[in-house]
């Protein structure tokens, strides 16, 4: 690399850019794409949970009985 192309950072323009190109760089897109959507899948469900609607018969309504006698019959 030449000290001007050093100093005009073509190659950090370059560097920056994604491989969008390559099936390396689509893999990886795909990828982080998939990660995003279980961590709005794992968000989702855990916004439902703390405010959504109550269920009747839930862990709640039998936590003070935690021994055999809160097992369906």
Request: hydrophobic share 45%; aromatic share 10%; charged share 20%.
């Amino acid at each position: 690399m030449s000290m001007s192309e050093i100093a005009d950072n073509k190659w950090e323009l370059d560097a920056a850019k994604p491989p969008t190109t390559t099936f390396g760089g689509i893999c990886q897109i795909l990828l982080i794409t998939a990660f995003a959507l279980i961590f709005v899948y794992i968000f989702q469900g855990s916004a439902r949970g703390l405010f959504g609607a109550k269920r009747e018969g839930g862990m709640a309504d039998t936590y003070g009985k935690m021994g055999h006698e809160a097992a369906p019959k």
